[in-house]
């Protein structure tokens, strides 16, 4: 019996759960703590879990890098669209009320469209940061002190 058989086992029934955690938090941010910066994180830690238990081979089939950078910058894209179709209609950046024409309704739209954009660019960021430190060698000489 392999001594990784169980972290394996292990890792298949937490990471989907992380990921349903992920998205619960992302969701339920405005009735508790919260949203899209902290799920981010949470989404992000189910790859580098899953990166340490089956190696960084499989993650890279998983989300390849290149996934990753496509993500980070429709994230941001979507953050910076939404403020500037509020600077194109004359209001102040973010400000959503040009949106919808009912007022709450608006403000929710470009809530959940910020969130969605920093959630993607927040997940994809830290997916990346762990790609490259995890791509360098980890082998320490005495040179190197």
Request: aromatic content about 16%; cysteine-free; overall charge neutral.
């Amino acid at each position: 019996m392999s001594a990784h058989l169980i972290l394996r086992v292990v890792a298949k029934l937490l990471i989907p759960l992380i990921l349903i955690f992920g998205f619960y938090v992302h969701f339920h941010a405005k009735y508790a703590p919260g949203g899209a910066f902290q799920a981010g994180v949470i989404l992000a830690s189910a790859l580098i879990l899953y990166a340490l238990i089956f190696g960084m081979d499989a993650a890279r089939k998983a989300v390849p890098p290149w996934a990753a950078r496509v993500v980070l910058a429709l994230g941001a894209f979507i953050f910076a669209a939404v403020g500037f179709v509020s600077l194109f209609f004359g209001e102040n950046f973010l400000d959503y009320n040009v949106l919808l024409p009912t007022d709450y309704r608006a403000q929710y739209l470009g809530i959940i469209l910020v969130e969605i954009g920093v959630l993607m660019t927040v997940t994809a960021v830290i997916i990346a940061i762990f790609y490259a430190f995890a791509g360098r060698s980890p082998e320490i000489t005495d040179e190197d002190w």
